[in-house]
């Protein structure tokens, strides 16, 4: 194991190892909702000077439906990057959208921000002679409100709100959320049904709830309230993970779950438009099909299209 701080609460959680090179974002803002402009999203929020600024997309991918020249389509509208608007929040940009400037209808996450090196003038640092870890008194972090193991049969809301992160191993199914419900499919069948599959997650989730001292180690600010606690384990990130159709290596971490993007494609005479999970076989991860979006009758017209969303999520270390 790296060089850093070791707590093992000997309850049979695993131990919590905080090393260089993790990093422990603060709370901005949740949101949701319809767009500002066409493919693209404004959202207002301060924003510390200095900081680094990440978005967690919990609702990242939408499929509109168009009529152009009187043909129905099928078009994906999901996040592709984010843009700091100075100090006043951020603007979300989408990706293609084959010459169409959709508005995003539904669009969900979180902002979160790195705290500049300035703000940490009390607080923990581990560090190493090439990355650091730096968690300050001022930052407000999101804690652990439930972790466990969550047995998934389609569709299952989560047991308390927040952001769902998990791991399994079931090369059979792909898994995603909808902002609201687990949602897992099978993908050994190919056909246009919308065939449910079965998965148990290793699941732990985060939201925005208020640390609580104890055991291990406790920060307070000068008011005396409690900003970061290892009893209640805090939200910590290894690094993030642009998902593609391709394996990559995730081992035993975490993973945020989500819609990581949209598919089209034909059968028979009908256009097949599904959103994509992910599918998780072993240390691998990847893009794979998941809900059945609709059925549409493509009139002869060539409405394929495969996308995964170029925003990136969020990998957790495996101590929780």
Do not use: H
Request: hydrophobic fraction near 40%; charge should be neutral; glycine fraction near 12%.
């Amino acid at each position: 194991m790296p060089e850093g701080i070791l707590i093992d609460y000997n309850d049979g959680r695993p131990v919590m190892a905080i090393t260089a090179g993790l990093r422990a974002p603060s709370f901005c803002t949740n949101f949701s909702g319809r767009g500002t402009a066409g493919n693209q999203m404004t959202i207002s929020t301060p924003l510390t000077p200095g900081s680094q600024v990440i978005v967690v997309p919990t609702k990242p991918a939408e499929v509109q439906e168009i009529i152009d020249n009187q043909v129905f389509l099928q078009i994906p509208v999901s996040m592709a990057s984010v843009v700091r608007n100075g100090n006043s929040g951020v603007i979300i940009n989408g990706g293609p959208q084959f010459g169409y400037n959709l508005i995003p209808q539904d669009w969900r996450g979180t902002v979160l921000e790195i705290l500049p090196a300035g703000t940490y003038n009390t607080g923990l640092l581990v560090a190493d002679s090439t990355d650091f870890t730096a968690i300050s008194n001022n930052a407000k972090l999101m804690t652990c409100a439930w972790v466990g193991q969550w047995v998934v049969n389609g569709s299952r809301a989560l047991p308390v709100s927040g952001i769902p992160f998990a791991r399994w191993d079931n090369g059979g199914v792909s898994v995603g959320f909808d902002g609201t419900n687990i949602i897992v499919r099978d993908t050994n069948y190919t056909g246009a049904d919308d065939v449910t599959g079965s998965v148990t997650l290793d699941l732990v989730i985060f939201n925005n709830t208020a640390p609580v001292g104890g055991d291990g180690i406790t920060m307070t600010n000068s008011a005396g309230q409690v900003t970061f606690s290892t009893l209640k384990r805090p939200f910590i990130y290894e690094r993030l993970l642009t998902v593609s159709d391709s394996n990559q290596t995730v081992g035993t971490s975490f993973t945020q779950l989500c819609f990581v993007g949209s598919n089209s494609r034909k059968i028979g005479d009908y256009d097949n438009v599904r959103f994509k999970g992910m599918i998780r076989s072993g240390s691998n991860i990847r893009a794979g099909l998941s809900r059945v979006v609709g059925n549409y009758y493509n009139q002869g017209f060539n409405n394929n299209f495969n996308q995964n969303i170029a925003m990136p999520i969020l990998v957790l270390p495996p101590m929780y």
